[in-house]
């Protein structure tokens, strides 16, 4: 490049995020945004809280991609999505805290479930059921959504669960003893069942 | 969870798109209606789009973002009473106090340049788009882009001296 094409690009907007927070409020005023989402830190990276206006309708784990999980939802939902906070969110965001900090045992939040149908939602209405510190085999999973033999089915509804944490598939292990496959990499899922089984025994 | 079954072609998240190419359409408005203005202008310009991103595509998505902030920007030179530009035209630099606001003088001479090939010159470095993006936007060819760009350039090499 020479020195003219570097003088005429210049230097990079400053200030960009106010800009951009200031044009997400108004868009979100207008109603134009259908899908409003943060980053979120964690000890397991950084997960992503995505919310409708019916509440939290997708937890994207650290070892997903922002850009692949945003291009799903776009394709599914609605491609109107902002990383801006809500009130929803925020909710969630503290709830998600308390919980890795070991002091909350049970989510309280508005979910919206639409991003599973059938069968499979059936199974993960019946893993949120599952306590704090207790754990479930796939194979009671497909027994308690009412299909004993559709164990497989089972597995996948819980391995694209969209409300990981929140619903809590961490909690499903296979039905020899061995955790079994997460999203968020088995390491993850024994570190959240030690924590668990730590506190549940206080 | 995500179903990766088929490339999705539809409209893009409207987060990725307003990262990766709003900076450049808020600088190039900067460029084009001062910096007191450009924040209104962005905002009516990424609204518009908004209201029409079941259009949006990701593979000319720049060229459009551009012209919607184009078409925004000649609304608010109409609203401030600015000499109005023919229709549909992409409109003439900005008065002098406004580029007198930007950090380099080598724009003074920009402004100086024939009309075509100050927007050319504008839309490739502030804009950071392509010729042909530059042709979408500007409704010229590809061809007629990359000669006002190179002639825009010329011109100003021969205005600031050599380099």
């Known amino acids: 490049m020479s020195e003219l094409e570097k003088r005429l690009n ?14 997400l409020a108004r868009a979100d005023d207008e109603s134009l945004i259908d899908l409003a989402y943060e980053r979120h830190d964690s000890p397991f990276g950084t997960l992503l809280v995505v919310a409708g206006d019916a509440g939290i309708v997708r937890i994207a784990l650290g070892a997903e991609s922002e850009d692949e999980v945003l291009d799903d939802l776009a394709r599914r939902i609605s491609p109107r999505i902002g990383r801006r906070g809500r009130g929803g969110i925020t909710a969630a965001r503290q709830q998600l805290d308390r919980y890795f900090a070991g002091e909350l045992t049970h989510f309280d939040l508005p979910l919206d479930w639409r991003l599973t ?51 809590p598939c961490h909690r499903v292990l296979r039905s020899d003893g061995a955790v079994g496959s997460y999203l968020g990499g088995s390491t993850m899922k024994e570190a959240l069942l030690e924590m668990e089984r730590g506190r549940a025994g206080d | 969870m995500t179903e990766k079954s088929k490339k999705y072609e539809g409209p893009p998240p409207f987060e990725i798109a307003l990262e990766e190419h709003g900076p450049r359409v808020h600088s190039w408005l900067v460029a084009r209606v001062g910096p007191d203005r450009a924040d209104d202008v962005f905002q009516e310009t990424m609204l518009s789009a908004l209201r029409a991103w079941e259009g949006a595509r990701a593979e000319s998505l720049r060229a459009w973002l551009f012209k919607i902030a184009g078409n925004r920007a000649i609304d608010e030179d109409r609203r401030t009473g600015r000499q109005p530009q023919p229709e549909g035209e992409i409109d003439s630099w900005p008065s002098a106090e406004v580029t007198e606001q930007l950090e380099d003088p080598v724009w003074d001479e920009v402004r100086t340049l024939p009309e075509k090939q100050r927007i050319a010159v504008t839309l490739r470095f502030r804009g950071d788009l392509t010729h042909r993006e530059i042709g979408q936007a500007m409704e010229i060819s590809e061809a007629a882009a990359r000669r006002n760009v190179f002639e825009g350039l010329k011109g100003l090499r021969e205005r600031i001296g050599n380099e």
């Open chain 1, 117 to 167: 149908r059938g069968f499979r939602r059936e199974v993960l209405h019946e893993t949120a059921a599952i306590p704090y510190g207790r754990t479930a085999s796939y194979a009671e999973m497909a027994d308690r959504a009412g299909s004993p033999r559709a164990v497989r089915a089972a597995g996948s509804a819980l391995a694209t669960n969209p409300l990981p944490i929140v619903v």
């Open chain 1, 10 to 23: 210049g230097s990079p907007a400053s200030g960009w995020e106010e800009t951009r927070q200031a044009l």
